[in-house]
């Protein structure tokens, strides 16, 4: 054991020990705070990928009349940029057939309704990733019952062509020409009233609305009616019977459909004004020949308005 002979030599030991504790690191618990780790992991990192599910859209509800097509357009996408699959089902009300199921739009026809005066359908869009996202939308089409129908239409005539050597006219070619600018009426054939009246276009085509579950008729009338810029009113009469009147109350010609009876869908009636002639004489009325006559009238009147657009003809 050391024996210090002075204060001196205590404080100098004392001063050593202290700096030979702190230079191996004293204070104990192995100085492991010092300590610096090098190791590398070599372990792959996983990246998990989520799928996103495709959008979809098959619009607002809609309200059709029986005996319509219905057309529904949905709008479809995949975030992901992900190819898609389409499958429509009916869910509720009267059973239709769908067309294009799997499809991205889908049709079908209204039924036609039987003691009711609507029906609800509803129509599901199921549209599906390639990775399993999946997503529906649901429309509801209201069927109502029709109250009224279009009813359309080709007015024409027939006109003979003339022969070869530019004599006569050959009855037996034909050519069928429209009955253009004239007034078509639609007549009710029970009370013979008058519901409701249009003219043909240019190519002789008409569409009118009438009520359902009528008996109609439809007449096109020998008549040019035309009120604004440039005005005419044509009349094409019978001058052979009723001498005794003046000519503007002589019968008009005109053309009548064979009775219709409508229901409730759409009706296409076409009229077809014939020339009579059979082989080697009138067997029939001559019904083509006013209309023929008129659409000449037609013709000249609708050049002379091209040259002058002001131009006015007398009553």
């Known amino acids: ?12 030991f004392l001063l050593l020990t202290f700096f030979l504790l702190n230079a191996c690191g004293g204070g104990g618990g192995g100085g492991s705070d010092n300590i610096v ?3 590398v992991s070599t372990s792959t990192p996983v990246i998990t990928q989520t799928n996103s599910v495709p959008s979809v859209s098959v619009g607002v509800d809609q309200s059709v009349i029986e005996g319509e097509i ?25 059973s239709v057939t769908l067309g294009n199921v799997s499809q991205s739009h889908m049709s079908f026809f209204a039924p036609h309704l039987e003691g009711k005066t609507s029906e609800n359908l509803t129509f599901q869009l199921t549209v599906s990733d390639n990775k399993g996202g999946v997503s529906t939308d649901d429309v509801i089409v209201t069927i109502n019952k029709a109250t009224e129908i279009s009813l359309s239409g080709y007015a024409r005539y027939e006109l003979p062509t003339f022969n070869s050597d530019c004599e006569g006219l050959d009855f037996t070619n034909m050519s069928v020409k429209p009955i253009r600018n004239a007034t078509i009426e639609i007549i009710d054939a029970d009370s013979t009233t008058l519901l409701s009246s249009a003219t043909t276009d240019e ?31 044509v009349e094409i009469r019978n001058n052979t019977v009723e001498i005794d009147k003046p000519i503007n109350q002589r019968p008009l010609y005109f053309l009548d459909s064979d009775i219709i009876n409508i229901q ?17 004489s009138y067997a029939t009325p001559r019904s083509a020949a006013p209309f023929a006559v008129l659409d000449t009238i037609y013709a000249m009147m609708t ?3 091209s040259v002058d657009s002001s131009i006015t003809y007398p009553p």
Not at 1 to 12: A, D, G, L, Q, T
């Open 1 to 12: 054991m050391k024996v210090f002979n002075s204060s001196i030599e205590r404080s100098w």
């Open 203 to 233: 190519f002789g085509l008409y569409t009118v609305k009438i009520p359902v579950e009528t008996n109609i008729f439809v007449r096109v009338r020998a008549e040019l009616k035309k009120n604004d810029t440039t005005s005419w009113d």
């Open 70 to 94: 219905v057309q529904i357009v949905a709008v479809a996408d995949d975030p992901d940029g992900d190819s898609l699959s389409y499958l429509w089902v009916q869910l509720s009300g009267m």
């Open 303 to 305: 050049f002379l308005a």
């Open 264 to 280: 409730r869908q759409n009706v296409i009636q076409n009229l077809l004004a014939k020339t009579g002639w059979d082989v080697s």
């Open 37 to 39: 780790s090098n190791a």
